[in-house]
Structures are given as C-alpha cells and as structure tokens.
C-alpha cells in the first residue's frame, strides 16, 4: 500500500465516518479532523519529496506504484508524483479545508453536503496522484458527477439550470477526452496506461493530429477554454460556497493539469504543431474574460469571468511551450486556485448576511464588516497581480516565460494578453470600489455581524496561503520548474 | 365452377383451398387488428389469426405428412394456449373496464408521460 | 554596509504589527511606534549617506555598492528577479528625500490626522508606502523596480482612499490606480523587450556602458523604429504615468482627496519622481542607444511643464494648485534629463535633474504640510474660504513663504539653484527650449505667489472658529522642511551626484541666473498687484480671455476626453457588447445545442406511443417491404 493512495482512503473514511455520524457535530468533527488529515499529509508528502529531491533522487515520479487492476485490458492503478503534482495537492489540501469551514452552518441535509463533498475530493485527489490514464479519467468523472448533486440540491438561484449545464458541458469534454485517451492507449502501441510507458513510445503524427485536439479540448472544457466557457459563470453562480471554491479553485485546474500531463506530454509533436491555434482561442479567453468580468454586477458572475481569464492564462502559458511559462501556469494554477477560492468563500459569507450578490445593491461594507471588507481588498489585489501575493509571481513567470519564445507571433500574443492585467484592475477596483467603499446603501446592511471564528479560520488560511507564495516563490518555483523539464524534453525530442 | 364443387364433394379437396380460407382468415385479423380500437375485438382478431395459423397447421400436417402428427399435436397446443391467453386477457380487460368505464384502447394513455 | 537591510525591513516589520494589531492598540501607542521606527529608518539613512559619500570614492569614482542581493524568483538561467540593495549616489540620495520627508509626514501626521478613524491603518500605510519607496529606490534591477513600483502604486491607492467612505475620494484612488497601471502596462511590456534581447534584468549589466549586452537589437526594428527604441519609450510610459506626465497626468490632481501628509509625502515628494528617477536610473541606455527617445522625454516634460502651470494659475482648490505645480515642477526634471548627455558637464542636466528633485520635494513636501496646516485650521480646500490668515498662522506663514520663493526661484533658497541649473542645461541644448522653460517658470512665480496671497492676505473670510496656529508636532514639520529650503541649495550637488558618478563642480551661469531672477521677480510682482490687495485686474482678465480661462479651469478637457474613451467607448462599446455577446451568442449556441437535443427527442418520443396497433401498422409494412424485396430484387 503506498501512502499516496492516503489522499483517496482519507475522504473514503471520512466518507464512512459521516455515514455513521448522528448529530450535526459529529459530522462537522469527521469532516475537519478529515480535512485536516489530509493538509497534515499534503504537508508531510511536500517535506518527503523536497527532502528526495535534495538526496537526488532524479527519477521522473516518485513513490510510484503500481496495482493491476484487470489484466486483460490492461487496466493498472498506479500512482506516482512529481513536483507538480505535488503543489497541486497541497492546493486542494488547503480548498478542502478551507471550504470545510467555509460550509459550517450548510443547511439543509449537512450530512449527505459533507458526504457529496468528501467524494468529490477524494476524485480530485485521485486524479492528481495516478499517473496511468485509466485512472486518471475514473477518477475525473468521480470528481464530476457529485458537482452536479452539490449544486443541484444545495445551490442558489438557478441551481438546476446551473447544474444541468455544467454537468452536460463537462460530461461532452470527457466525451471528447475519453476517445482522445483511448486513441492515444491504442496508438502508441504501449502495453500499459502508465503515462510515463507511453510517453517512451511514439505515437505517430497522423494520430497525433486527431488526438491532441480532442484532447487539448476534453481538458480544456474544465479548464474554460473560450467557447466552451459559459458553464463557468452560471455554474458557479449557482454553486454553494464551498463548491465554488472547490470547483473553481480545484477542478478547474484539472483541465489544465490534465492537458499539460496528458495532452502536452504525450503529444509533444502535435502540440508543438497545433499550439498557434488554442494560443489564439487561450488568448481571446484572457482578454474577453476580463471585458466581459467588468460588465457584470452579480459578484459570483465577475468572479467567474475573472476565472475565465486566468485559467485561460494557464493554457496560454502551457502552450507556449517553454520551461518558464509552464512553471508560470503551475504557478498560476496554484495562486488563481487560492485566490478564486478566497473570493468564493468571502462571496458566500458576504451573501450569507445581506442576502444579495449585486454590487449595486450594497456599498458602504467595510465600515459594518471590516474583516470580510479587508480580506476582499487582498483577494482582489492578489487578483489584480499586486507584488508579495500570488498573483503577481505566477502571472509574470508566465508574461516573462512566454515573452522569451523565439517566434514573434507568440510574442505580439504575450503583449495581448499583458493587457489583461489592466482590465483586471478596472474590474476588481470597481468591485472594490461599489461594494465595500462609500456610504452603506441598505439600511438593513447597518447592523450585520463580521465573521465568525470559522469563516476567519478558513479566509486566513487562504490568504497565508497566498501571501506565503507571493512573499517566498522561490522554493515552488524550483520544485515546479525542475518537474517540467522532463516534460519539455519530449518535444525537443 | 362445376369441376371444383366435384373435387370438393369427391373428398379431394386442394391444398390451395385450406390455404385461401386461412389467409383470408388471417388478413381478416391483421385488419382487425390494426384498425378496432375495442379490446375485445382485437383480442377477436387475434384469435382470428391464431386460427387461421392452426388450419395452416392441420392442412400441412395433412397433405405434407400424411403419416406424422406433429402439425395436429401443435394445433391443439395453440387452442390451449389461445383460450389460456383469453382468460386472461378477457380479466384485464374486465379490470380495465372497472377502471376507466372503457375498453378503448385510445383511452389506455395513463402510463404515458 | 549591511545594516542597509535595515532601513528596508523596519517599515515592512513596522506595516505588518500595525496592519495586524488594526485597532487593537490606543492611536497614540501605534503613532508613536511608526515615528519611532522612521526615526531609526532616518538616522541609519543618514548615516549611510554620510558612509557612501565619505568612504566610498574609489580614484574619484563613486563605486556602485550592493550590500545585499538573494535571488528571489528564478526565470530562466540568466533571468531572474533579485531582491537587494543597490547604493549609488542616485539611489542614497533618494534615500534621504525619502526618509526625511517620510519622517516629516508621520510627525506632522502624529496633529493632523489626530482622532481620525482608522489612525492605526494610516500609519500601517504609510509604513508599506515608506517600505515599498525604499525598496524601488534600492532597486538592483529593473524587476524589482516594477515590484515595487507597483507597491507603491498600491500603498498610493489605499491612501488616496484613506477617506473610504467618501465617494469621491474612493474615485479619485480608483483613478489613480488605473491611469498608473495602464502606464505599468508599458513598462512591464518594456522591461519584456529589453529582457528579452539583452537577456538580463540587471541595472549594473544594462548601465555599464557595454555595448554588447545590447548586441541582441542589432537590426531589430518594429513600425520602422529600432525596438530598443520601442523598450525605452514604453519604459517611460511607465515612468510618465507615475510621474504624471502629460497624457497620463489626470490622476494626480484627483489623487489630493487624500489625507494632505498623504499629498506630502507620496504625491509631492517621493512616488510622483519615481518616473524621473527610473529615467536617470536607465540614463546610459538613453543616451547611448535612444537619444530619440530621451529628446521626446525632453519634449514631454516641457510641454507638461507649461500646460500644467497654465492651468495652476487658474485652479481654486489650493491643493490643486500644488498638484499642478508639481506636474509642472516633475516637467522640469524630466527636461532636465531629456537634455542632458553622460559625463562631466555634458551631463549638467543629469545632476540638475536630481538637484531639482532633491530640492523640490524639500520645498513641495512643505507646501502641503503648509497647506495642510492650512486646511486643518479652516477645514476648507478653496481659496476664497482663506484670505489675511497670517495674523493668525505665523509659523505657517513663514514658512510657506520661504518655500514659494524657493519655488520661484528667488536666491539664496534652494529652488533656485536647482532650477537655475536645469535652465542651464536647457539653454545649452537649444535657446528656445531654454526660453520656454524660463516662460514656465515665470509662471510658476507668479501662481505660487496668487496661492500665497490668497491664502495669507487678501480680503479676510468670515470663519466660524477664529483659525489657529497648528499644534508644535505639526509646526515642527514645518521648520525643519523650511530650513532644509533655506540651506539646501548650497549643497555642492555635481561633487555628489553626476550622470557617470565622476564628481565635477558646476558654476552658477550669472546670464541665466540673472535672467531667470528678473523673470521670477517680475512674476511675483504682477502677483503682488493682482493678488495682494483685493484688486479687479484678475476677473478682468479672465473676463477678456474667457475662453482660456475656461478651457484651463476645466483642465483644458482632458479628463473629460479620458470619460469618454473609458466610459463610452470602452466600457459601452467594448465591454457590454463582449458581455452581451458571451450570454447570448456564445451561451447561446451551448443553450440552442442542449435546446436541439431536445426538440430533436421530442420529436423522435412519439415514435415510441405504446400503441400496439401502431407498432404492428409498421411492422406489416415492414414486412411486406422486405417481402416485396426479397421477391422483386
């Protein structure tokens, strides 16, 4: 048993644990020893893989291993991680825990919220520890299908509409996924799933042609790849808070996991050939998310729109090919991660107490709920890529990466989407601005209460969270940038 | 007209002649079938074409094999069967009727959407 | 020089106690403490200068010394971002302006801002401002620069919207904001280009005058310009949106709903120079590579220079009047710069440009300490609410006098041998450009001296209270910036700093000087007649050019054309229909798919009826059609 496979057995238990749970605190109690568990080990996986690493150990994935699952097809569960990886479960670590405490008071049914929740986690984690595509793709649709329940019963506004239409759009993606991972499996000629078998086997051009696309694209739907964009914003409009975090934070950066881990990797040559074209519809995506975030008035819509724009800078980065610019999308992977999650969260709690998400329905709240107020401004400015929070290190790894790419076409690309930093700051300063500044617009906002002890738990462990890779890059960015060399490798090959 | 009445009388009846009535029998029930919207008339049409395959059955046997008895054997099994399959389907029509007042086939649309 | 680190780590420390502690602590404890620790920042600045300028010329050349420096962010293998401390002769003496006038404003802000709201978060703010210029003017490289140029534009967001609850107030940071962020958007780009072909972010490898570290541009041209060219001039698009150049400049003006020690200190002193000082921190590269550009820098900054002055001269708000004087006093540094070449004399622009600025935030910090010791004692920003306030105001009085006589450029105060310099400079590269900028500070004369008439004699207000002199934590402020005024501009400036650090004495140019006194003095005479006594002569003139009078006081429509642009053609004619388009075509098409596919199942459900007979009806057809082919085919 490897102690990777902890990150799905843990939500599994904690998925036992809630089933046995009686009273309300019984479950509130399984889910946050359970969260807590698994930041605990995220940790301590982060510890023991920067502690190989400086032992030398060289080796494309560590503590790998390796179960057959059903021979016949070949079907193996193997797990194995590399320094992408692992940022990437320290991320979902601290979601999962934040959006625990982010969903304290869920009403009604917490039980059956807490034990959708642990399901979908344990999908997303399983999804980011596998290295073989069957597993990776059993584990994706575990992490999809509870969304729809997640927002379907305990959403707001159009929860059905909104689940329906994420689900659907997500489902068609893996649609296209699932012949994309079957065609490379049967292309290449491998006798495993394992990625990394099949990335020593070559998949020839004529396949490669049909399958990166389907590829690129089954991620990229989760990913909010302009067009297949628009489940994003009604989605999460609909989602309960800890699903927006989880889904807006985690999920979506499994579209862009996935491509760089399946699509790039194994496809290099196809990549290297059809990058032009998803760089232009990546390109739109940051540009147009941002003009069409600075319309809306409904905070879950900005946000949303905002997500469109930065997740779309990380196709845009893994695209450009190049050791810095992916570092920069795994950066940006991680800072829009925490930062759309905070954002959430404090959307939920803000919703939570004047019962409306219009800016112009509110105004004055900082005065009434100072920390709230504060902890939205630092959402926003890690947001608008301010220096010393997240924001600014992954988004100018990426700018920097993808500005050092030898073609001139990319580089005019990188200008356009360089000015997406501006219209970001236009959009959170006008949230900014209507929401929290100025005179209190209702008279029923004079009174209401700032957070309580678990809403701060989870809003400071977000912005701890930001602050310390913002403050201190320099250690993730090395462990990034040395996992993706190998990937790099392959298309110089 | 003469000629056959004398075969018919002179017991040397023709294949052709059994095979005529049965297929006129077994239109005669396709046609109810399809066009009553009584139940109890198509159940008619059914066992019209059920009877209509049991002289086809008989007159084969008959004239085919003259020596085995499996076409007979095979006859009476259908009659069997068809009066077992009237029974009940003479009890849901009864059900039915206590139900809806009605044995239209038209007004059985309650287990649709 | 180690202990440099300090100077940098104390704000920050200093921000994140009170920024944590919020309102946890009595005002007074957090006061106290931020003054505290600026006082220790100021000493170990000046003691650090003293150090540089006294140890550290080496066969006559001030050495570049880089006390500390750690790799902070890794790019590629020659690209990364350091964090560190790079001492120069520019960068100690911005050291000093900015200690100083930041140790200035936290005392003087101990009077002003007392009882305030969120005192404990103005002095968190104004310690991440203090920490975030110490660090853009330590900068090792133009990275960090950018890090921290966009901290400053932050800290410079929070304090202009210090006053949050106040609409106008939130607008004008938002404002300022953007208008410095798109200006950003130039120097990211910028800094991308000259990264990108000279593979480096160092300034010392980008200034040493090693040409092939530039080799990467040969040939590389971009519209028929060279891109080198293309770096620079978006550099200083950066620059000049900080620096509140012209077309950039609508910011600042708005940017005075701040706190007045705010103006002081961030929009008088220190951030608005950042842009001169990011072109005399890049000096060689223009000059060497782009003289081009460095003229269109020369352009710039004169016409901002004159367009601002004139609209200073007409503006009633007193703290705008100190804005545009500063718009049009940072044009002067920028002509400076834009005119001066490297080396010795050659480069008396280079060293002028510092001198002014040196000087300048001296004297303007001053001026809005005054003004704001001003309002505080008549809570008012307009100039008729004022008038004959001397009786009551002498320290402020005084005072506010020495500084606009520095800034007219009257001897023996500061002013003018710092701007005596730069029309030096000016007269060199061209006459009339030497002419023009002398008209500019004509006028600069003669608005300073309206403010100051309008404000200490003229006809007196009626004011509610009686006004009062300021208490002795605000006036003390006052004197020592007053006497700096008095004294500073006998500093040997070109011993200290020079474009190539190689000390060389300047002499006083008697024709220019003497020009420029006359024109000053002139200036303030007309002052004196206009503005003195009660006097009909103004609303006469501006009567007779009513359309330029108009046209100035509405800041000749240029934030209006901004509303345009932002209002109606981005956000109405590119965002909304980007918006529309996304829920509607876009949405659309992923809603009319979901919609086919069920009219499509509608469609095909009544296939499947649950009619027996119906099934059958198809099934005989069936049949026959089979049977009908099984025998005719």
């Known amino acids: 048993m490897n102690f990777l496979s902890l990150f799905v057995l843990i939500p599994a238990l904690m998925m036992a644990g809630l089933f046995l749970s009686k009273s309300r605190n019984q479950i509130r109690t399984v889910a946050a020893i359970g969260a807590s568990l698994l930041m605990i080990l995220s940790g301590i996986l982060t510890y023991l893989y920067l502690t190989q690493r400086a032992a030398g150990n060289l080796a494309e994935m560590l503590f790998t291993s390796d179960t057959v699952w059903y021979a016949p097809f070949n079907i193996h569960y193997t797990v194995g991680v590399d320094g992408v990886s692992v940022s990437m479960l320290l991320l979902t670590s601290v979601i999962v825990f934040t959006g625990v405490f982010a969903s304290w008071k869920i009403d009604p049914l917490p039980k059956e919220f807490f034990l959708w929740y642990s399901l979908l986690s344990s999908g997303v984690y399983g999804f980011f520890i596998s290295t073989d595509l069957f597993t990776m793709f059993m584990f994706y649709e575990i992490a999809l299908i509870p969304m729809y329940l997640l927002i379907g019963v305990w959403g707001s506004g159009r929860k059905e509409y909104g689940a329906m239409k994420l689900t659907l759009m997500l489902m068609g993606g893996s649609a296209l996924l699932l012949v994309g991972i079957l065609g490379i499996y049967y292309s290449s000629g491998a006798t495993s799933m394992n990625i990394l078998e099949i990335s020593k086997h070559h998949i020839p051009m004529a396949f490669q042609r049909y399958f990166f696309p389907l590829t690129f694209m089954g991620f990229g739907v989760l990913g909010a790849l302009f067009p297949f964009h628009t489940w994003s914003p009604d989605g999460h409009a609909s989602a309960p808070t800890a699903v927006s975090m989880l889904h807006a934070g985690v999920l979506m950066k499994l579209g862009g996991y996935g491509a760089y881990r399946v699509a790039i990797y194994l496809m290099p040559q196809a990549a290297h050939e059809m990058a032009w074209f998803f760089l232009i519809l990546t390109g739109i995506s940051v540009v147009y998310g941002a003009f069409a975030a600075v319309h809306q008035t409904d905070l879950k819509y900005i946000n949303a729109y905002s997500s469109v724009s930065h997740c779309g800078l990380v196709l845009f980065a893994i695209l450009m090919l190049n050791t810095t610019a992916m570092t920069g999308a795994v950066l940006q992977m991680l800072s829009h991660g925490l930062m759309t999650a905070l954002f959430f969260a404090l959307i939920g709690m803000i919703y939570g107490r004047t019962?409306?998400?219009?800016?112009?329905?509110?105004?004055?709240?900082?005065?009434?709920?100072?920390?709230?107020?504060?902890?939205y401004v630092i959402a926003g400015l890690a947001s608008l890529g301010l220096p010393g929070l997240s924001g600014f290190v992954a988004e100018m790894t990426i700018f920097v990466g993808s500005f050092q790419h030898v073609d001139t076409f990319h580089r005019i690309l990188t200008i356009v989407a360089t000015s997406s930093i501006v219209i970001t700051a236009v959009y959170i300063l006008r949230v900014v601005g209507k929401l929290l500044f100025g005179a209190v617009q209702d008279a029923h906002h004079q009174h209401l209460e700032d957070a309580t002890w678990y809403e701060r738990l989870s809003v400071v462990t977000l912005i701890i969270a930001i602050v310390a890779i913002g403050s201190a890059p320099f250690w993730i960015s090395n462990m990034i940038h040395d996992s993706v060399v190998p990937v790099l490798s392959q298309i110089i090959k | 007209m003469g000629d056959l009445m004398t075969t018919f009388f002179s017991g040397q009846v023709p294949v052709e002649a059994y095979l005529g009535v049965s297929l006129i029998m077994f239109f005669a029930g396709v046609y109810g079938f399809l066009t009553r919207r009584n139940m109890l008339m198509i159940l008619i049409s059914i066992e019209l074409m059920l009877n209509a395959a049991d002289i086809n059955f008989t007159a084969f046997n008959r004239y085919l094999f003259p020596a085995q008895l499996e076409g007979f054997y095979f006859a009476l099994f259908t009659i069997a069967i068809a009066a077992c399959e009237t029974a009940v389907a003479i009890a849901i029509i009864i059900n039915i009727y206590r139900n809806l007042t009605s044995v239209e086939v038209g007004n059985l649309d309650q287990m649709k959407e | 020089m180690q202990y440099t680190l300090l100077i940098l780590a104390l704000p920050l420390l200093n921000f994140i106690v009170l920024g944590l502690v919020d309102s946890k602590w009595k005002p007074k404890v957090a006061g106290t403490i931020g003054?505290?620790?600026?006082?220790?920042?100021?000493?170990?600045?000046?003691?650090?200068?003293?150090?540089?300028?006294?140890?550290?010329k080496v066969n006559g050349v001030f050495e570049k010394l880089m006390p500390f420096n750690m790799e902070w962010l890794r790019f590629t293998d020659y690209l990364h971002i350091n964090l560190g401390i790079l001492l120069d002769p520019i960068s100690v003496m911005m050291l000093v302006v900015v200690s100083t006038v930041s140790l200035m404003v936290h005392i003087y802000s101990l009077g002003y801002m007392k009882g305030e709201r969120g005192f404990e978060r103005y002095y968190a703010f104004l310690s991440l401002f203090t920490f975030s210029m110490l660090g853009l003017v330590l900068a090792t490289n133009i990275f960090q620069m950018y890090i921290f140029w966009e901290l400053v534009?932050?800290?410079?967001?929070?304090?202009?919207?210090?006053?949050?609850?106040?609409?106008?107030?939130?607008?004008?940071?938002?404002?300022?904001?953007?208008?410095?962020?798109?200006a950003d958007l130039g120097f990211l780009i910028g800094i991308l280009l000259l990264s990108y072909f000279t593979k480096t972010f160092d300034f010392e490898a980008l200034t040493s005058g090693n040409a092939s570290v530039f080799a990467g541009f040969t040939g590389v041209s971009f519209m028929g310009i060279s891109v080198l060219s293309w770096a620079m001039a978006l550099i200083f698009i950066g620059g000049a949106?900080?620096?509140?150049?012209?077309p950039l400049h609508i910011w600042l003006p708005d940017a005075m709903e701040g706190p007045t020690p705010v103006s002081a200190l961030i929009h008088a002193a220190t951030m608005v120079v950042a842009g001169v000082y990011l072109?005399?921190?890049?000096?060689?590269?223009?000059?060497l590579y782009t003289p081009g550009v460095l003229h269109g820098i020369a352009y710039v900054g004169a016409f901002t220079s004159l367009f601002a002055a004139i609209i200073a001269v007409v503006q009633t708000d007193i703290k705008r009047v100190l804005a545009f004087s500063t718009i049009s006093q940072i044009g002067f540094m920028m002509v400076a710069l834009g005119v001066s070449k490297m080396g010795g004399e050659q480069g008396l622009g280079y060293m002028a440009s510092m001198f002014h600025l040196f000087t300048h935030a001296m004297f303007k910090a001053l001026l809005f300490l005054g003004a704001g010791s001003v309002i505080h004692a008549v809570h008012s920003n307009e100039m008729n609410h004022m008038g004959g306030l001397r009786k009551y105001m002498p320290i402020t009085n005084i005072t506010f006098l020495i500084a606009c006589l520095a800034i007219a450029g009257i001897p023996p105060f500061s002013g003018f041998f710092s701007k005596d310099e730069i029309l030096t400079a000016a007269f060199q590269f061209s006459p009339y450009f030497g002419a023009l900028m002398t008209f500019t500070a004509g006028l600069t004369a003669f608005y300073m001296f309206r403010l100051y008439y309008s404000i200490f004699w003229g006809k007196e207000h009626k004011h509610q209270h009686t006004p009062h002199e300021s208490p002795l934590v605000m006036a003390l402020p006052l004197v020592f910036l007053a006497l700096v005024t008095v004294f500073a501009g006998f500093i040997?400036?070109?011993?200290?700093?020079?474009s190539d650090r190689v000390p060389f004495h300047s002499e006083l140019d008697l024709t220019v000087a003497s020009i420029s006194v006359i024109v000053a003095l002139f200036s303030i005479t007309l002052a004196t007649i206009f503005y003195r006594k009660e006097s009909k002569i103004p609303s006469l003139l501006a009567t007779k050019f009513s359309g330029l009078h108009k046209a100035a006081s509405s800041r000749f429509y240029v934030d209006e054309v901004y509303l345009f642009i932002t209002k109606k053609v981005i956000f109405n004619n590119v965002s909304r229909p980007i918006a529309w388009f996304d829920r509607h075509i876009i949405d659309g098409t992923m809603n009319g798919f979901a919609s086919t596919t069920q009219w499509g199942s509608l469609k095909i459900k009544g296939v499947q009826s649950g009619q027996v007979q119906q099934y059958a009806y198809v099934f005989l057809l069936g049949t026959l059609v089979i049977a009908a082919l099984v025998l005719f085919v």
Do not use: C, N, Q, W
Not at chain 1, 356 to 370: A, D, F, H, N, S
Not at chain 3, 39 to 54: G, K
Not at chain 3, 172 to 179: E, L, N, P, S
């Open chain 1, 355 to 375: 019962h409306t998400r219009l800016i112009t329905e509110m105004g004055g709240l900082m005065k009434v709920l100072p920390f709230l107020g504060v902890s």
């Open chain 3, 35 to 56: 003054t505290l620790v600026l006082t220790i920042v100021a000493a170990l600045s000046y003691y650090a200068t003293y150090e540089y300028f006294s140890f550290h």
């Open chain 3, 153 to 182: 534009g932050v800290s410079s967001y929070l304090l202009i919207g210090f006053y949050y609850t106040k609409p106008s107030a939130v607008a004008a940071a938002k404002k300022a904001f953007i208008v410095t962020r798109f």
């Open chain 3, 241 to 246: 949106g900080k620096s509140a150049m012209f």
């Open chain 3, 279 to 287: 072109v005399a921190r890049l000096f060689p590269i223009y000059d």
């Open chain 3, 492 to 498: 040997p400036f070109g011993e200290l700093v020079s």
